[in-house]
């Protein structure tokens, strides 16, 4: 070979040694857990995603798919789901029904517990601060859909069955994603204003619909609207009990993904 060459071979050799020295030079990246079956869990701590597509799987409502993930080092019990959900042509009402509720869960989850509840079960009587933090994202097209804690109360602290109440607090929410039920009025509660809703069915629901939409709360009370259902209106015993708190994003349809980026609860 001549000496070009020879010099052009080993400076191949030389650029590549340090492309690869560069790279092993590079911190590694946190491992990213991903969930795609449906009722699927990825656990840190006390909270763990829920890949819920209770619309789709238990009605049949709705196409598509959807999947959980976070970075397992992450630090701010961030989370994201991504999704692509459209409706059912075969279902003739399909745009009024959920197809899926990609949540944060922490306490009871329909017969499920993890092992660490975060402080719940709580009785309401007990009067504690349940205190939380969320700031989000959604960033989808054909997005219909919402934001919302979702909170299941009970006589027991581990129902067998469905609970009898459930209280849903939306920060935000599209056209047609918004509560069924009777208007009840207005209330100031958090230091926002909230519309009321109630429905009675096969289990009680009361709705507060935040006035002024947000993607972000700061050590935000959930005491207050327990307080309210419980003690200014007397529509929820005292004596019942907190299991589950959810905050999450129900879908009815949309392509793109929920992402949190930070989020907390603390029972005191």
Known sequence: KSAASIRWVLAGLVTAHLALSALLA?????????????????????????????????NGWGQGWQCVGRESTNTSNAWKADFDWWNNPNISDD??????????????????????????????????????????SIN???????????LWLDWSQ?????????????????????????????????GANWNVYKSNGSWQIISFVRQSQ???????????FLNYASQTKNWISRSKYLISV?????????KGNTQTNSYSLFVS
């Open 26 to 58: 590079q911190p590694a990246h946190a491992a990213w857990q991903s969930n795609c079956n449906t009722w699927g869990k990825i656990f840190f701590g006390k909270y763990y995603a829920h890949n819920s597509k209770w619309g789709n799987t238990n």
């Open 95 to 136: 745009e009024w029904h959920i197809k899926a509720f990609p949540s944060c869960v922490v306490g009871w989850q329909w017969g499920y517990a993890n092992s660490d509840r975060g402080g719940l079960p709580v009785q309401l009587s007990a009067n504690k601060n349940v205190t939380t933090s969320w700031n989000y």
């Open 140 to 150: 989808a097209s054909n997005w219909k859909g919402n934001a919302i804690y979702d």
């Open 158 to 190: 581990n129902p067998g069955g469905h609970p009898t109440d459930e209280i849903m607090i939306f920060l935000n929410y599209s056209s047609g994603a918004a509560p069924t039920g009777g208007y009840q009025g207005t209330a100031y509660l958090a």
């Open 214 to 224: 947000t993607n972000s709360v700061s050590n935000m009370n959930i005491r207050d």
């Open 246 to 254: 959810q905050a999450g994003h129900e879908i009815w349809r949309g």
